[in-house]
């Protein structure tokens, strides 16, 4: 005979019991479960495990569905997969400069000035003009020269 601790309350009890002193919670489920669970450890044991939630019995498990050779039906309509593809059309279109390139964020202009060693190489992205990348590379160099200079 043992002191184990009750699975529902956290308190002492002895292995022995059918149910709980403090709380009535019965044992004997709980024990059966937890050798079944202890025999499939030492069958698995070259499985890492962090643990696993405690399980509610008056819950059902979720089940599969059975497998038939019907195809399940859309569940989203065809007008919603088209009105999703006009959305992203025209928050792109909204995106664009007016000479076909794609703007400087805010936050890559800050970076670019203050470490440009590092945040010019986002204006290689595809969409960014030559001139965009004249003006971060030009001040990379300008950096550059003017850090090896004394």
Known sequence: MALIEC??????ISSEVKACIHCGAPMADHQAHAQA??????VQASTISFGSLPRNSAVPEAAELPQTSEALPKIMPAAAGRRRRQQAAQAFEAQINADGSRPVEGW???????LPIVF???????????????????WLALLILASTLK
């Open 7 to 12: 699975y529902e309350c956290k308190r002492s």
């Open 120 to 138: 010019v190489w986002f204006l290689l992205r595809n969409g960014h003009s030559a001139k965009q990348r004249l003006f971060g590379f030009g």
């Open 37 to 42: 669970q202890t025999a499939a450890a030492r």
């Open 108 to 114: 890559l202009k800050i970076m670019v000035f203050l």
